[in-house]
Each structure stands twice: as structure tokens, then as C-alpha cells.
């Protein structure tokens, strides 16, 4: 099977300034869940690897995040979609991590976990740190509808691909 990385905030769930903090909060951009589904009878398995800095900056906690990602998959189960497995990481950018997007850690523990190369694979994300993450292993970077952070291409450098649909968020 074929494997795809997706973001959470900005590609498949409305974003906030504010950050979602709460399952009421977390609403689903129209047609996403349609999306998943799409992927799923395509033959893909869908990851969803998310930086969740909420947690550490204490405006939720674990139990809060693990039922909005109850929610997540049970919206995509309703149109027939499915989610292979969510990688998140609780980490504020002051922790310095090695997980926290744009860094490659994230990417590489899905790596491990999926036991798949990720040379190639799609990752699909909002912002330009999440595009950085995932090209780090070899992903192959789309660049996902954000209505809060429009997107402008980036001119092609030695470590990005010049047919990858790079963005900037200035």
C-alpha cells in the first residue's frame, strides 16, 4: 500500500490563531473527510503528524487531544474513510526538540513505525515547516489550503526539489 502524510491544522481541520483547544473546536474542513476516504479506496494509507504545542503551553491536555482525534476518526468512519495512525508531539518551539516540525523527527519516528521509506511518499501540510519536515526524508511536499496563512511559491534551492510545490507564509 501506498502511504501519505498529512497535517492536521489547516489541511484537515479548521485552524486557529487561538490554537483548538477543544472538541467543539475542532471542526473539519468541508470535504477533507471526503478526501481521506478518496485516498483510503485509492490505496493509501493515511498518517496525520501534527505539532501540538497546546499541550505544553497548557491550554489542553492529552485526554482533550486524544478525544479530538477520536472525533477525527470517527467523521472520516462516517464517509468511509479511515486514518492509519496520528504522530503528534506536545512540545512549545522554546523545548528545542528534535520532533517539532520543521525538524525531521516526527518524520522519521513515522518512518520507523509505518516500516516504510518515506523517499517519495506524499506530505501534504499548510505551512512551510511542515513541507521542511517531510522533505527532510525524501517526501514529496503539496502544499494544503490554509485561509489564514495564504501560501506563495519559494524559488527552488539545492534542498528542495524544483517540482515541488514549495510555499512561504511572509
Not at 485526554?63 to 464517509?79: D, F, G, N, P
Request: glycine residues 8%; hydrophobic residues 35%.
Amino acid at each position: 500500500m501506498k502511504l501519505i502524510v498529512l497535517d492536521r491544522d489547516g489541511v484537515i481541520n479548521e485552524d486557529s490563531a487561538n490554537y483548538i483547544k477543544t472538541v467543539e473546536e475542532w471542526k473539519a474542513i468541508p470535504g477533507s473527510m471526503e478526501a481521506i476516504a478518496r485516498l483510503n479506496r485509492g490505496g493509501f494509507r493515511v498518517v496525520v503528524a501534527t505539532n501540538q504545542s497546546g499541550i505544553s503551553r497548557g491550554l489542553f491536555d492529552l485526554e482533550t487531544l486524544c478525544a479530538m482525534h477520536q472525533k477525527m476518526h470517527k467523521e472520516a468512519s462516517i464517509v468511509g474513510g479511515h486514518i492509519d495512525g496520528i504522530f503528534f508531539l506536545p512540545h512549545a518551539p522554546e523545548d528545542k526538540c528534535e520532533c517539532r516540525k520543521p525538524k525531521p523527527g516526527l518524520f522519521k519516528e513515522i518512518q520507523a513505525r509505518m516500516s516504510s521509506r518515506l523517499e517519495g511518499v506524499p506530505v501534504v501540510g499548510d505551512s512551510l515547516r511542515d513541507l521542511q519536515a517531510g522533505a527532510s526524508q525524501g517526501c514529496l511536499p503539496f502544499r494544503g489550503k490554509n485561509r489564514q496563512r495564504p501560501c506563495k511559491p519559494l524559488k527552488s534551492t539545492r534542498q528542495n526539489s524544483p517540482k515541488a510545490p514549495w510555499c512561504s507564509t511572509t
